[in-house]
């Protein structure tokens, strides 16, 4: 058992990839900034004369931003058109249901046997005890 704890604790950790990535994001968003802010006299000052445009400064983000949204709006408008309607039996009832054996015993209160089995009430029977019921409030 020594053997294997000694074998994972030469092994890189995930711990060290994660220090990497962050210094790496944190060089990358001070070389952008610095590419977008800086001016073009300090840029050549530091030995920077080749780089791209400042257009692309505020361009990339604001493209990558509506991108964005378009997926947003593209998936909610994906699972609207593939949900069915609302009144469609299928939204309220499955390919293989369980029906109870008293549909009545899930409206009334107080069932000697307690809670009844669980199971599929049909939309047809449910709407009918429900009109029969009275309503308490």
């Not at 004369?49 to 257009?55: A, D, E, H, K, M």
């Not at 549909?103 to 009918?128: F, H, Q, R, T």
Request: with cysteine; proline share 8%; glycine share 6%.
């Amino acid at each position: 058992m020594r053997k294997d704890r000694e074998r994972i604790d030469d092994e890189p950790t995930h711990s060290i990839y994660a220090f990497v990535g962050l210094i790496a994001s944190y060089v990358f968003l001070f070389a952008y900034l610095g590419w977008a802010f800086l001016p073009s006299s300090v840029l050549h000052k530091l030995g920077i004369t080749y780089y791209p445009s400042r257009y692309y400064a505020i361009a990339i983000p604001a493209y990558g931003f509506v991108t964005f949204l378009l997926i947003v709006v593209a998936y909610i408008g994906v699972n609207m058109i593939n949900t069915p309607d609302p009144e469609d039996l299928i939204t309220v009832r499955d390919k293989n249901p369980i029906v109870p054996l008293a549909p009545a015993a899930y409206i009334k209160c107080g069932v000697k046997d307690g809670i009844p089995a669980a199971g599929d009430i049909d939309p047809i029977a449910l709407s009918k005890l429900l009109k029969q019921s009275k309503v308490v409030s």
